[in-house]
């Protein structure tokens, strides 16, 4: 976003506080930041005290991703500040803080007719959409790009306002002076931001703010993975402790908790229950029946769970739904079904007369598997909903919890929560509807908070996995010079994906507020784009087709981190590495000749191998290779990963995971890596478990222990490491979780020759 005096207005507000506004006609917001005593709002972004406290307003789901520390950092740096005295608030919603990036990536879910007017975040449809609906989702690594420029314009101005109230006192000309470590100096002078705010707030800061000439960045340097940061995270130390709270944490007076049962997958309707088989249980309160669930309020959470189970809720479904009736559909689309070209690079498919290869890749519906459950904590009273709770989409959240109870939007108030644990899991907003009924009938006997907390077996059964989907894979080969090492290269290439419209059923229930059977109604039949991001290869493949084969499977599914990535990069790592093998070429060279013009992750190739001391997967050494790109251009995230490992049991023992990433400018290098070794471990749950098999509407798997995901004692040695980059910052959150299933399929093919089709990899046995 480029700030001038054509497209920002700033103004001064209430407080000296300013607020930026994009305009399609002018348009302008409140202060969104409440001052408190001794405090002084400077834009929307952040509020400098007089005992020195720089407090920023974070708009952004904090779930693990470390974006409570990296919007604060950002501010501090550009405005010279102590981070010592850095302090960070959730932000309200507000349309100050628009998620414009994001508003435009995602222009065909809540614009479908005309995504192409706004799919841009300089159009201005999509700028105005996003303000007049306070779209400020988390989601898709749009933090950085939504969020650092205006966090950067609201620290500078800051910094030339005090910079001004200091350089007045001094007598001097206030660009002669510099901010640093929280004081303003001039030569010898110096005063702190404390002593100089209260005057501060009166100035009227220039127009365009005097940005620095760089914005915040730390430097990687190769081979020194753990090197310190100047910024280490502001919620650690609360979280080591054990105080930081979290949803499941929040307390307040004369609280009630309900647990609930909800029906078979899909159209499930509450029949029956044995309301008499609780009677008399000690602290059971209301018992609230849904159309579609059950639910009981009792003093304690364990009471209102063992009342349901004494309950046993009945429910009546028409069509339940089966794993086995899934992949049938799935196995008749993708060798049968109508598709759609997604998108087509040279010729496509044209030139492939006849199939020289084909393979066959196949993956099972995976959960979220978040260490917290789908909490709420909802308060009703004089028209009025108060809702504590782990959002992504918080507007979206009231809304739905409004209109279920036929209120107004602005009567409800959203405190957000830090969420346990997310993978786009929050993203959905049925428990806030389910929470309002809750406690709109535990009012009736008075006014009092209840906790609703999903217990486990019900997130499995309730939450939207990630799609399935089978997927077909042609190509035309080269044949080469008839010299050893020659040939195999992949000059056509067309991928066949029969999977349901995920992308669009999730629009229909964020965008439309649609029910799960309705959202798969709208979507159904339609080709969706979504589904088959980053199928197009990072490799300078000549011809290429991608084709979706929409089908309807009856089972809702949605978004998870990495989303189609961890399925399309399976697949083309998968395939690329079967074709080096097949033709007798090494794996690494054979990846990086095709590469072509993307040099940047032909160099993440070079610096794993070099990490990993790659050995070329040969003589059953258990090294496997896979790169993935996210995005294009300069802006997209590279990745290049090797795993090792063994045949162990009935399963496998993955010992050692090594990453390089390219991601541009590195704001937070120690964040950064967190972030890559969460995806690569995340990735490595899915390629060795997390599915879920469906009987009659219903998960066979219960409990968290039961998903086949790894354990502390399963975790490998994790590595990674970083190319110095002047691009753009790119998230890394879903880089390690696209790379690390096929690297890890790579690997097991090193060491046992046996090639593995499917996720998870070991449905079937090894």
Not at 164 to 181: F, L
Not at 457 to 486: F, I
Request: glycine content about 10%; charged content about 20%.
């Amino acid at each position: 976003m480029q700030f001038s005096r054509r497209n920002v207005l700033v103004g001064a507000a209430i407080g000296g506080g300013l607020v930026a506004a994009w305009t399609l006609r002018p348009r302008s917001f409140s202060t969104p930041l409440a001052p408190g005593r001794g405090e002084y709002a400077f834009d929307a972004w952040l509020k400098i005290g007089k005992d020195g406290v720089i407090t920023v307003a974070v708009p952004q789901l904090e779930m693990g991703q470390g974006i409570t520390t990296l919007l604060p950092q950002i501010v501090a740096v550009e405005l010279g500040a102590d981070w010592r005295q850095v302090a960070v608030e959730p932000a309200p919603v507000s349309g100050a803080y628009a998620n414009i990036p994001l508003a435009a990536r995602w222009a065909s879910l809540w614009m479908p007719a005309l995504p192409g007017l706004a799919n841009d975040a300089d159009d201005l449809l999509a700028q105005r959409y996003a303000q007049e609906s306070r779209f400020n989702v988390t989601a898709d690594g749009t933090s950085l790009a939504a969020y650092e420029m205006p966090c950067r314009a609201a620290a500078a101005s800051a910094r030339a306002m005090l910079a001004m109230a200091a350089a007045d006192r001094w007598g001097i000309s206030w660009e002669e002076c510099i901010a640093e470590g929280g004081f303003i100096r001039a030569g010898d002078m110096r005063l702190s931001f404390a002593e100089l705010v209260e005057e501060a707030a009166e100035y009227t800061p220039p127009d365009p703010p005097p940005l620095l000439p760089e914005g915040a960045a730390e430097d990687p340097i190769f081979g020194l993975a753990d090197a310190p940061t100047a910024f280490p995270r502001l919620d650690l130390p609360s979280k080591v402790d054990g105080s930081y709270l979290f949803a499941g944490d929040v307390r307040l007076p004369d609280m009630l908790y309900a647990s609930i049962r909800h029906g078979p997958v899909n159209q499930a309707v509450l029949s029956r229950f044995e309301a008499g088989e609780a009677a008399g249980m000690p602290g059971l309160g209301t018992i609230v029946k849904g159309k579609r669930w059950l639910a009981a309020v009792a003093d304690s959470w364990w009471s209102a769970d063992q009342a349901l189970t004494r309950m046993d809720p009945r429910f009546d479904v028409d069509e339940a739904v089966n794993s086995s009736t899934i992949e049938a559909v799935l196995d008749e689309a993708v060798r049968r079904g109508e598709a759609t070209r997604i998108a087509v690079r040279g010729e496509g498919d044209s030139l492939m007369e006849k199939t020289q290869v084909a393979r066959r890749y196949d993956f099972a519906p995976a959960t979220h598997a978040t260490l917290e459950t789908t909490t709420v904590t909802a308060r009703y009273g004089d028209g009025r909903l108060e809702l504590w709770m782990a959002t992504q989409a918080p507007e979206a959240a009231r809304e739905a919890a409004a209109r279920t109870l036929g209120i107004s939007a602005s009567d409800v108030v959203l405190y957000p929560m830090p969420a346990g644990g997310s993978f786009d899991r929050r993203l959905e907003h049925d428990h806030a509807v389910e929470a309002a009924l809750i406690a709109r009938e535990v009012s009736k006997d008075g006014v009092r908070p209840v906790q609703l907390m999903w217990p486990r077996g019900q997130e499995l059964l309730s939450g939207k996995p990630r799609m399935p989907a089978a997927v077909l894979v042609s190509a035309k080969l080269g044949r080469g010079d008839g010299n050893v090492g020659t040939g195999g290269e992949i000059e056509t290439l067309r991928v066949r994906m029969a999977a349901p419209a995920s992308g669009k059923e999730f629009g229909h229930r964020l965008f439309g507020n649609k029910t799960n059977w309705a959202a798969i109604e709208n979507a159904a039949g339609e080709a969706d784009p979504m589904v088959m991001e980053g199928a197009m290869p990072p490799y300078s493949i000549p011809n290429v087709a991608l084709d979706h084969v929409p089908v309807r499977i009856g089972l809702p599914t949605g978004r998870m981190r990495g989303n189609a990535h961890g399925i399309t990069a399976f697949v083309t790592e998968s395939f690329v590495d079967e074709m080096a093998w097949k033709h007798g070429r090494e794996p690494l060279s054979y990846r990086i000749e095709m590469l072509g013009s993307d040099l940047r992750l032909a160099r993440c190739l070079q610096d794993v191998a070099r990490l990993a001391q790659w050995d070329g997967g040969k003589d059953q050494s258990g090294q496997g290779l896979a790169c993935h790109r996210i995005g294009e251009g300069e802006d997209a995230g590279r990745i290049a990963c090797i795993a090792t490992a063994r045949r162990d049991g009935g399963g496998a023992r993955v010992t050692r995971l090594t990453a390089v990433a390219d991601i541009g400018r590195i704001v937070n290098l120690d964040i950064a890596r967190q972030q890559i070794e969460g995806g690569l471990l995340f990735g490595m749950a899915l390629a060795l478990g997390s599915a879920l098999e469906y009987v009659d509407g219903v998960p066979t798997t219960k409990r968290l222990g039961s998903l086949g995901l790894p354990s502390l004692v399963d975790c490998p040695e994790v590595e990674v490491d970083f190319i110095s980059s002047k691009a753009a910052p790119f998230d890394p959150g879903e880089l390690g979780v696209a790379v690390a299933a096929p690297a890890i399929a790579n690997a097991l093919y090193s060491a046992t020759g046996l090639r593995i089709r499917r996720l998870p990899l070991f449905a079937d046995g090894l």
